[in-house]
């Protein structure tokens, strides 16, 4: 299995930008896709964005797309999320997860393996 650890959460103001990072070890060779998964307090754990380890496409729920971009480092075995013009429901606990299944990724993906998640605040 991967072992995932997220960095890079913290208070911003509306507007502003932050980059999340995640570094994944353990069996790394066999990972299929690896993503982003947000929960709010009081709400549901929400997918954010993904991208195939492979090939690199990547798929976004509509509440970030056009501002938030999913990138990956395969030599590194790292994982990015470059999140834009944040806005207040953004913030939530932020989650790494990898995947080994070869599945379509939609909106209903989730992984297989998680981190213990990094906090993303933004102010109004």
């Known amino acids: 299995q991967a072992q995932v650890v997220e960095s890079g959460g913290g208070l911003v103001q509306a507007g502003g930008s932050l980059r999340l990072s995640c570094a994944a070890s353990g069996r790394t060779s066999s990972i299929y896709a690896m993503g982003w998964i947000r929960q709010a307090p009081g709400k549901e754990r929400e997918f954010v964005a993904a991208?195939?380890?492979?090939?690199?496409?990547?798929t976004y729920a509509d509440s970030v797309k056009g501002r938030f971009i999913i990138s990956r480092d395969n030599a590194k075995n790292t994982l990015y999320l470059q999140m834009n013009s944040l806005k207040p429901e953004d913030t939530a606990v932020y989650y790494c997860?990898?995947?080994?299944?070869?599945?379509?990724?939609?909106?209903?993906?989730?992984?297989?393996?998680w981190g213990q998640g990094t906090q993303v605040t933004v102010s109004s």
């Open positions: 991208i195939r380890w492979s090939g690199g496409v990547s």
């Open positions: 997860a990898a995947g080994y299944t070869a599945v379509i990724i939609t909106s209903s993906w989730q992984g297989d393996y």
